[in-house]
């Protein structure tokens, strides 16, 4: 992937936070480099909110 190859030549790593709301780009995006920040997809989200609404969450 072109970005991810920038992002290591110039060392942003660090400073970068990628994502989509797909969760089958999310999952890529994660396998291609681990160590940039991803936000959540549409469905991890969601599941956040419904485990909140629940009261499974610990906060």
């Known amino acids: ?3 991810s190859d920038l992002i290591k030549k110039y060392q942003r790593e660090h400073i970068t936070y990628w994502g989509s ?3 089958k780009i999310c999952r890529k995006l994660t396998a291609q480099n681990s160590r940039i920040v991803r ?3 549409f469905q991890e989200a969601a599941g956040i909110v419904l485990t909140y609404w629940l009261g499974l969450l610990p906060f």
């Open 39 to 41: 936000f959540c997809s």
């Open 1 to 3: 992937m072109r970005v």
């Open 21 to 23: 709301f797909s969760h």
